[in-house]
């Protein structure tokens, strides 16, 4: 009876302790999913890649400068019956097409299209029309694309890093432009997409080109399941948006009826 007693004890003890891990390390587990950096091979079920859309590039002649000073700019009718097929303001598009080549001569490796750079500038900006802007012609957002202030109230809690000089806020860091770059990441990750001398977030050339080079850092291959979904984790880690970006893509890349 003793043994019995002593071994139903040990049993209760045991299920205790194995519920306890449990605990700990689906905390864990959670806690790691957030950290900044974390991989989709650690943090999320890695997706397939969208299909790769490839744009027509312009022929170019004496004379004429691309939108990105490394790559060619998208043909112009091409543009325009794409523009109209996806719902992308040609403006924006060009961007993208150029944001993309640009990033596949500086990492041949990485095999990003321009739908991916699209799906991502049209979730967090809606190709910079949020809040009733627009693009001018030179790509500049018309509109208040400042995301709200990242104070730990429903979002991550990051303090001041450029002095409010991006975003007007000198207190806590907030997205900002139509790729809603955080300043802190601007600082090492903005790029000079015009060509003018100057990394702006809130120019959609400068944004397209720096959110490319961030997707496609590291040495990732945008062409494999891990690579692609691990580059658009890193610029949001969850779960949730790396599938909205990726359904965005695939829409894009079917709409055009050119991928590669």
């Given at each position: 009876?003793t043994?019995?007693?002593?071994?139903?004890l040990?049993?209760?003890?045991l299920?205790v302790?194995?519920?306890f891990m449990?605990?700990?390390?689906?905390?864990?587990?959670?806690?790691?999913?957030?950290q900044?950096?974390t991989?989709a091979?650690?943090a999320?079920?890695?997706l397939?890649?969208?299909?790769?859309?490839?744009a027509k590039?312009?022929?170019l002649?004496?004379?004429?400068?691309?939108?990105?000073?490394?790559?060619?700019?998208?043909d112009?009718?091409?543009?325009?019956?794409a523009?109209?097929?996806?719902?992308?303001?040609?403006?924006?598009?060009?961007a993208?097409?150029?944001?993309?080549?640009?990033?596949?001569?500086?990492?041949p490796?990485c095999?990003?299209?321009?739908?991916?750079?699209?799906?991502?500038?049209f979730?967090?900006?809606?190709?910079g029309?949020?809040?009733?802007?627009?693009?001018?012609?030179a790509?500049?957002?018309?509109g208040?694309?400042?995301?709200?202030?990242?104070?730990?109230?429903?979002?991550?809690a990051?303090a001041?890093t450029d002095?409010?000089?991006l975003?007007g806020?000198?207190r806590?860091?907030?997205a900002?432009?139509?790729?809603?770059?955080?300043p802190?990441?601007w600082e090492?990750?903005?790029?000079?997409?015009?060509?003018?001398?100057t990394?702006?977030p809130?120019?959609?050339?400068?944004?397209?080109?720096?959110?490319?080079?961030?997707?496609?850092?590291?040495?990732?291959?945008?062409?494999?399941?891990?690579?692609w979904?691990?580059?658009?984790?890193?610029y949001?880690q969850?779960?949730s948006?790396?599938?909205?970006?990726?359904?965005?893509?695939?829409?894009?890349?079917?709409?055009?009826?050119?991928?590669?």
């Amino acid at each position: 009876m003793t043994i019995s007693r002593d071994l139903a004890l040990g049993l209760r003890r045991l299920m205790v302790f194995c519920v306890f891990m449990t605990c700990v390390i689906t905390a864990v587990s959670f806690w790691a999913l957030r950290q900044p950096g974390t991989d989709a091979t650690e943090a999320s079920v890695a997706l397939s890649p969208p299909p790769r859309s490839e744009a027509k590039l312009e022929t170019l002649s004496t004379g004429i400068t691309p939108a990105v000073n490394i790559t060619r700019n998208a043909d112009a009718q091409w543009l325009e019956r794409a523009a109209v097929q996806t719902g992308i303001p040609a403006r924006a598009l060009q961007a993208y097409v150029a944001a993309a080549g640009a990033a596949n001569h500086s990492a041949p490796n990485c095999g990003i299209g321009w739908n991916t750079v699209a799906a991502i500038g049209f979730i967090e900006s809606a190709h910079g029309a949020y809040g009733g802007g627009n693009l001018t012609p030179a790509g500049q957002a018309g509109g208040p694309l400042v995301g709200p202030s990242l104070d730990g109230n429903g979002f991550a809690a990051i303090a001041d890093t450029d002095g409010g000089v991006l975003d007007g806020d000198a207190r806590w860091d907030r997205a900002v432009g139509p790729m809603q770059f955080i300043p802190a990441t601007w600082e090492y990750a903005g790029k000079d997409g015009n060509g003018d001398g100057t990394a702006d977030p809130f120019n959609m050339d400068d944004a397209a080109l720096s959110a490319a080079g961030y997707l496609c850092a590291k040495g990732r291959d945008l062409t494999t399941a891990t690579g692609w979904t691990g580059a658009v984790y890193s610029y949001n880690q969850s779960h949730s948006y790396v599938v909205k970006v990726r359904d965005q893509a695939v829409s894009y890349a079917e709409a055009t009826g050119a991928t590669g």
